[in-house]
């Protein structure tokens, strides 16, 4: 079993609007040639991975960043760059400061559409893909029920508060216990005078809230050439009930661009946490297998 507590850095980053620091945590040997990178969804963390990580750290090297505008990275001059095109740059810019030329990807939603985003580049340094719960066409109901909540926390008297309200607006992950609900608060709130407030830029919600049905049918189509472009072996995973990646979706993902292998989880939505044994079994079986 890896060291409980992980290592920590930052790396330097562009943007047009100017250089932002994104902050990562590292578990397993630093010298260790296997990278695995966990990419987050889109208002959380890379300590979400932290169990995936502890199960994983004996065969690699797992890196689990706060993409820009969480946790303890910056945030950006001009919110209007918060999306792909910025996160697969930083990730680009992660990738060589780590000083290898292959990685394997877990990326959860707004992650998981990262890692699309770059396994179907042309020189792609990604070699195992695991997308959990997205794809290049994410349901409406889904989306609707992210933007009415991102960027309109409120603030919290005490931190018992936040947990409830994580646990509300987070209840299709799935958990299974009052621990687990502060394990996943401890790492997205943080204190402010005489309370907590969640620790990601408020403004991140911008261009999802500006996100028209032009728009929204363009970057699917985009997506969607990315994805079949992927050669890399891949799974899908998907909570039985989600309402942002649909089983007709899911099993078109099976058949085209890289074929994904499918692995569904009753009784949880959107998205998996890959907290729980079963979950985590599955992730690490595809990416150590042949």
Known sequence: MAEATPRRATVSCLSP???????????????????????????RVGRDFHRL?????????????????????????DPAYYGLPQYVADMVTLIARLNVDTVHWVGTSMGGLI????AGQPGTPIAKLVINDVGPRVDAQGVARIAGYVGNAPRFADFEAAVDYIARVSATFGLRSRDEWRELTESVVKREGDGYVLHYDPKLALPLKAMTPEVAAASEAALWKLYDRIRCPTLLVRGAESDLLSRETALEMTKRGPRARLVEFAGVGHAPMLMHEEQIAAVRDFLLGG
């Open 17 to 43: 609007a100017g250089l932002h620091r994104m902050a990562y945590a590292e578990y397993g040997e630093p010298a260790n040639p296997n990278v695995l990178i966990c990419v987050h969804g889109l208002t």
């Open 53 to 77: 990580a502890l199960a994983l750290a004996d065969r690699y090297r797992v890196v689990c960043p706060d993409v820009v505008g969480r946790g303890a990275s910056d945030w950006l001059r």
């Open 115 to 118: 890692g699309i985003s770059l």
